[in-house]
C-alpha cells in the first residue's frame, strides 16, 4: 500500500492541525495504521495508532487527550487530529501502516510509510 500523508503547516502554540493519510494500491485490510513523528536530532517515535478492524486507537503519553486518531473507511483515510499543540510537537510527522501483527508502538513493525509532513508549533 501507499501512504500519502498531508496537512501540516505552522501555527502557534496553542492551536490546531489535521493531518490526513491516504491510502492507495489496496485497501487498508491490514492491523495496524498508525502516526510517528522525528523532531531535529532525535530518533523516530511513536504518536499514534489506530487497529484497523476494530477502531481501537492507542495514545503516547504525550499526546494523549490533545490528539485524536480516527478513520474514514470509505475514502481509505487516517486522521489525526491535534489540539492544543506544543512547541514540543515540532516535527515531521510520518503514517505508516502494519500489514502483520506487531506491537503498535513498534515502528519496526510497520513496512508502509508515508513521505512525511512538517508540523512547525510557534511559541
Known amino acids: 500500500v501507499q501512504l500519502q500523508a498531508s496537512g501540516g503547516g505552522l501555527v502557534q502554540a496553542g492551536g490546531s492541525l489535521r493531518l490526513s493519510c491516504l491510502g492507495s494500491g489496496r485497501q487498508f485490510n491490514m492491523n495496524w495504521v498508525a502516526w510517528f513523528r522525528q523532531a531535529p536530532g532525535k530518533e523516530r517515535e511513536f504518536v499514534a495508532a489506530?487497529?484497523?478492524?476494530?477502531?481501537?486507537?492507542y495514545y503516547a503519553d504525550s499526546v494523549k487527550g490533545r490528539f485524536t486518531i480516527f478513520r474514514d473507511n470509505a475514502k481509505n483515510t487516517v486522521f489525526l487530529q491535534m489540539n492544543s499543540l506544543k512547541s514540543e510537537d515540532t516535527a515531521v510527522y510520518y503514517c505508516a501502516a502494519a500489514s502483520s501483527y506487531t506491537y503498535y508502538s513498534n515502528r519496526l513493525g510497520y513496512d508502509s510509510w508515508g513521505q512525511g509532513t512538517q508540523v512547525t508549533v510557534s511559541s
Open positions: 489506530i487497529l484497523w478492524s476494530s477502531g481501537s486507537t
